[in-house]
């Protein structure tokens, strides 16, 4: 995992450019392990990659101060150790072996042109997407980024899990007229879904719903049938579902 971000770092420092505009898929892993490598370099854990978070790191990994990541400091380095030589050479133009704080400097020249000085999640995995081949099958950057908001807000005890209580919390919440059953409407503000009708579990939307319906969405997505939904198997689930509000 530390060799994936690390990795993601360097080639979007080699990299740095405008990203496509038009959305491209991902699977739910590729994205999961992309945003854990933003949130592991956002050192000040304010939700944005900033200059300061890749300068930090660039401090953290040149051990001899010199200015320049030689490819013996990446090799003694618990997490540079994990990059593999065909890595280095996305970033290193000059073919010179190591990385210099000028080709961070450019990184956010040329992206602070695109996305100002603060980068968020969403434009960060924009952007690697725009550099990579596009995946067969999964879901959208946009997608990706609301799916796993919404798992968080849902995770009210904040121990990365979602029982089957905080799932029906967000029923009940959806549920205006507390009539036990979700209408067309209020599908719109259960947020699981939000403005996608899922026929499989709710035949007849425009008379309404009940919460077990849905208790069985949250079964089926519960594959390790432990009673709680992990990030990996609520963005499985409900991650393509989700759509623009």
């Given amino acids: 995992m530390k060799g994936f971000i690390v990795s993601i770092l360097f080639i979007l420092i080699g990299t740095a450019s405008t990203a496509a505009s038009s959305p491209k898929l991902a699977s739910i892993p590729t994205l999961m392990e992309m945003a854990a490598a933003f949130h592991l370099i956002d050192l000040d854990d304010d939700g944005r990659r900033e200059y300061e978070d890749d300068r930090d790191l660039f401090v953290q990994m040149d051990v001899n101060g010199d200015g320049e990541i030689s490819q013996e400091e990446m090799l003694s380095d618990p997490v540079g150790s994990q990059i593999q030589p065909q890595v280095m050479n996305l970033y290193d133009v000059n073919g010179d072996g190591k990385l210099k704080r000028a080709d961070i400097e450019l990184f956010y020249f040329e992206l602070g ?5 603060d980068i968020t999640l969403r434009e960060s995995l924009e952007f690697i997407l725009s550099k990579i081949d596009s995946e067969e099958s999964g879901i959208t950057v946009e997608a990706f980024v609301r799916a796993q908001r ?10 990365l899990k979602v029982s089957e209580h905080e799932f029906r919390s967000e029923f009940r919440v959806a549920d205006y007229d507390k009539n036990g059953n979700l209408t067309t409407e209020e599908l719109n503000s259960f947020r699981p879904i939000r403005n996608v009708i899922v026929s499989d579990y709710c035949t007849n939307a425009k008379v309404g719903c009940p ?11 519960d594959t390790d049938n432990d009673k709680f939904l992990s990030m990996t198997e609520y963005l499985n689930k409900f991650g393509e579902l989700t759509t623009s509000i």
Avoid: I, K, P, Q
Avoid at 150 to 159: A, S
């Fill in 113 to 117: 042109r695109e996305y100002g000085n």
């Fill in 211 to 221: 919460v077990e319906n849905f208790v069985v969405m949250f079964n089926d997505a």
């Fill in 150 to 159: 919404n798992y968080l807000v849902m995770d009210v005890d904040d121990n």
